[in-house]
């Protein structure tokens, strides 16, 4: 059974940085797409990046391109996002997923979910 379990989420100032960890465990995830969406209160979720768990290419949502930087550790089966110059339109509760396949940036195309983790950025 897949699971996905994030970390690392907290308060910041405006400006500032956050690592948010995506530890994954269950089977072998090569071949599979890791991607990190967040959802905001009274918003639907949204994707805000991605990475291939072979090869390592990377995609992100025009919002956070430049400011967030998607990684992988295959010794540690973990993704990280780490967010930096976050802004308060940043906030929302940040989870991670994957699909046995490329890229996407719909939820629906996620087969399994972490249960989240909150980041606040305040002004």
């Known amino acids: 059974q897949v699971q996905l379990v994030e970390s690392g989420g907290g308060l910041v100032q405006a400006g500032g940085s956050l690592r948010v960890s995506c530890a994954a465990s269950?089977?072998?995830?090569?071949?599979?797409?890791v991607g990190w969406f967040r959802q905001a209160p009274g918003k639907e979720r949204e994707f805000v990046a991605g990475?291939?768990?072979?090869?390592?290419?990377?995609y992100y949502a025009d919002s956070v391109k430049g400011r967030f930087t998607i990684s992988r550790d295959n010794a540690k089966n973990t993704v990280y996002l780490q967010m930096n110059s976050l802004k308060p339109e940043d906030t929302a509760v940040y989870y991670c997923?994957?699909?046995?396949?490329?890229?996407?940036?719909?939820?629906?195309?996620?087969?399994?979910w972490g249960q989240g983790t909150q980041v606040t950025v305040s002004s």
């Open positions: 997923a994957v699909r046995n396949a490329i890229i996407r940036l719909g939820v629906e195309e996620y087969d399994y």
């Open positions: 269950g089977r072998t995830f090569s071949g599979y797409a």
């Open positions: 990475i291939r768990w072979s090869g390592g290419s990377t």
